[in-house]
């Protein structure tokens, strides 16, 4: 098949492109930057620039390709800011909104039999019940003030896609990225907080996390494309655990100081709501659907190993 990867040279498009093409996939696959042009041909794909959410040239793109699937990858996260959540994610949430639309109606007029968006599953879904959510658990209906619009930019993607009943509309909710390219790999941001021992353990640090290799993610998304059905699956790796648990074995594993542990209230001052609903409330995800559907096993089934390596 032909795919178009919108998002060819971010961390889970530099994965992508290569697994698409050994699998016998003709691939082109899109950057934003005439600089970053060369990278895609490097990978062995087609390279086209564009502005996702410049509608005209996305269909003229999408036209010109001709593609049989659509793989909608594009994010953009210049500096993190726990406190201003949603400032973080002023950018990806337009690419996750009016890029996703944008997307859509080019395919559209190709008639693409599938289209495969990334969502996530790191902290959506309702902070009440199980500690494991499955695909068929609500999202949260009360987010933190901080995350309000990247919720709402997830929702309207997810009923976007699946609402397109002209495709086979395919969400991905991914875990969060480890692994070449991330924020948690060696000279990474987040990697660099563990190190200097800036991630601190808030309250009972009970918050369940998700986490998925971002070899393994690109993976699921080979399986995805050939395989997959309209729905969504969560990506994600077979370990779900706490932040009390995680966070520690991870400063363990890159010989980094035991993290601090900060009480609920100084957390809520220090790193706001946002950031402490991640570290105390926040439910994990199972990957069962996944793995029964698309035939799909993360090659690191926990983040234990995964860490260490």
Known sequence: MKVFVAGATGAMGRQLVPRLLDAGHRVVGTTRSESKQAAVWDLGAEAVVVDALDAKRVADAVAHAQPDVIVHELTS???????????????????????????????????????IIQSY????????????????????????????????????????????DWTEGIVLRYGGFYGPGTGLTPGGPEFEMVRKRKFPVVGNGAGVWSFVHIADAAEATVAAVE????????????????????????????????????????????????????????RGASNAKAKRELGWEPRHPTWREGFAA
């Open 77 to 115: 996260i210049e500096a993190f800011d726990m406190r201003h959540f949603d400032r973080s994610f002023a950018m990806t949430n337009r690419l996750r909104t009016e890029g996703t639309d944008h997307l859509l109606s080019a395919g559209r007029a190709v008639g693409v039999q599938k289209f």
């Open 121 to 164: 599953t790191g902290w959506p879904y309702a902070r009440t019940g199980g500690q494991v959510k499955t695909e068929d658990d609500p999202l949260d209906p009360n987010p933190a003030r901080e995350m309000r619009e990247s919720l709402a930019a997830i929702r309207h993607l997810e009923e976007a896609v699946i609402g397109a």
């Open 227 to 282: 395989r997959g059905t309209r729905g969504i699956y969560n990506v994600v790796d077979d370990d779900p655990a706490a932040v009390a648990e995680w966070l520690p074995a991870l400063a363990e594993a890159i010989g980094a100081p035991k993290p601090w542990r900060v009480p609920h209230l100084i957390g809520r001052m220090l790193a706001g709501e946002a950031a402490t609903v991640m570290m105390t409330d926040i």
